[in-house]
Structure formats: C-alpha cells, structure tokens
C-alpha cells in the first residue's frame, strides 16, 4: 500500500489509531514510524492509547515497539512521564531502557532525557546487572555526536564504569564512537554549509 498521501499528521495519526485498535491498516515495517511520528505532537490521550496497548501487547517485539514510540512524545510533560516507565517498576527496566534511549537519539527530546539519565543514572544502574549496566553506559557512551553533550556524557559515565566488570572497554568504546561521529559532521559541515 502507498500510504505517502497519508502523511498528514491527522491521517497518520488515524492510522496509527487503526493499529492499536486492531493492528491492520499499516505494513508490519512501517507500524514503529508511525507511531513515533503520530506520537511527535500527540496530546495526553494518544499517550494514554499507547501505554495502554503496552501493557496489553500480544507479545515482547509488540511491547517493545509500543514502550520505544512512547519516547517520540516532544511535549515535555508527556516526555517526562514516559522517562519516569524507566524508573518505576510497572515495566521490565530491559524494555523501559528504550524509551530513555529512544529520547536521547531524537533532537527535540535529548536534552531533557540526557537531564533525566543525569539525575537518575545511579538509580537505574543499581536495578542491572552487570552486563546490563556495562551496556547502558556503553551506550550512553556512544550517542553524543557534538563534542559539548559528549563531553558531559563522558563525564557522567567514566567514573561509573569500574564498578561494573568490563564496563571500562565498553564505555572506552562507545566513546571512540561518538568521536567518529563528531569528526564525520566536522568534515562534512563546511561541505553542508556552501
């Protein structure tokens, strides 16, 4: 199906709507874009729809897509709420870490999601175990792309890593990442910029 006519938030937000009521109406790889984008100017009931159909999903993949959408909320006060599923214990903290990370790779969301990870990194961290932990701050590690949020990130996870086995690599790492990203955008920018 072309649904590129459909583009408009209204429609795409019926769309969506259409999916969660009874999961036709949207290809299967197209369902997560559209629900992210339907969600970027969703109000508190569209949020609410979600959540909902979250905690109702037929299976794990299903859950997971519908947590990760709950992180394209641009309104703050929804954003908020969907950072705090991490925090709370309604959700498997394996599947509520995508929403955190979720925010963090989208623009109008990550500096409020790095303010949440900042306060509440430790918190999360003591509810992982260690292979889990090494992950979340490998990848906190690797998602800056400019050199002032990478420098706060390194400052917030760098310290951490000792106390989680092998978390020192892979935050070195993901580190080395975000570093490749800076130095790609600081070659192409003058390029981008004539």
């Known amino acids: 199906r072309d649904w590129s006519s459909d583009v408009c938030s209204s429609d795409l937000g019926r769309l969506a709507d259409r999916w969660l009521a009874d999961r036709t109406g949207l290809d299967d790889d197209l369902v997560s ?23 109702g999903a037929r299976d794990r993949a299903e859950h997971g897509r519908l947590l990760a959408a709950l992180s394209a909320f641009t309104d703050p006060a929804l954003l908020r709420r969907a950072l705090e599923l991490a925090r709370g214990d309604q959700q498997d903290l394996r599947e509520s870490i995508r929403i955190v990370f979720g925010a963090l790779y989208q623009r109008d969301n990550r500096d409020l999601a790095e303010v949440f990870v900042t306060e509440h990194l430790d918190e999360l961290l003591g ?25 706060r990130i390194a400052a917030l996870v760098t310290p951490r890593a000792p106390r989680y086995g092998g978390a020192d690599d892979h935050v070195r790492r993901g580190l080395e990442r975000a570093d490749q990203c800076i130095a790609r955008v600081d070659r192409q920018l003058p390029a981008l910029r004539r």
């Open 33 to 55: 874009a559209a629900l992210a984008v339907a969600a970027r100017h969703g109000d508190a009931a569209r949020f609410d729809r979600y959540l909902a159909a979250a905690r």
């Open 127 to 151: 509810r992982m175990r260690d292979d889990e932990a090494a992950g979340l701050l490998a990848g906190l590690a690797g998602l800056p792309c400019d050199r002032a949020r990478r420098d």
